[in-house]
Nanobody
């Protein structure tokens, strides 16, 4: 069973930056993603990376967030810049080995999940 542990959440002011890390054990999967969720709403796909190279983003974060992967460290990162109050959420790392449609970031397609890390953006 794959284990995913997220790090790097916290509180930041509007316009600030945070970098989230997701360490996968024993290793990352072919398709890794970041999701976020606020109470009362569905989990939203934020970014995904396919076999460590092709990247995909939700429209709401394009140009501000960057997903990357370091296979030597079994780690996936989410660099978040120009943060907005609406980015406030619990952020989850996810992994899947299923044959999903590349470019889609749907929670139902992902098999393994981390415990989440809170990101709070205040004005």
């Amino acid at each position: 069973q794959k284990q995913l542990v997220e790090y790097g959440g916290g509180s930041v002011q509007v316009g600030g930056s945070l970098r989230l890390s997701c360490v996968a054990s024993p290793h990352t999967s072919g398709y890794m993603g970041w999701f976020r969720q606020v109470p009362g709403k569905e989990r939203e796909g934020v970014a995904a990376i396919y076999v460590g190279s092709s990247t995909y983003y939700a429209d709401s974060v394009k140009g501000r967030f960057t997903i990357s992967q370091d296979n030597a460290k079994n780690t996936v990162y989410l660099q978040m810049n120009s943060l907005k109050p609406e980015d406030t959420a619990m952020y989850y790392c996810a992994a899947t080995t299923r044959a999903v449609v590349e470019g889609t970031i749907e929670a139902a397609d992902f098999e393994d999940w981390g415990q989440g890390t809170q990101v709070t953006v205040s004005s």
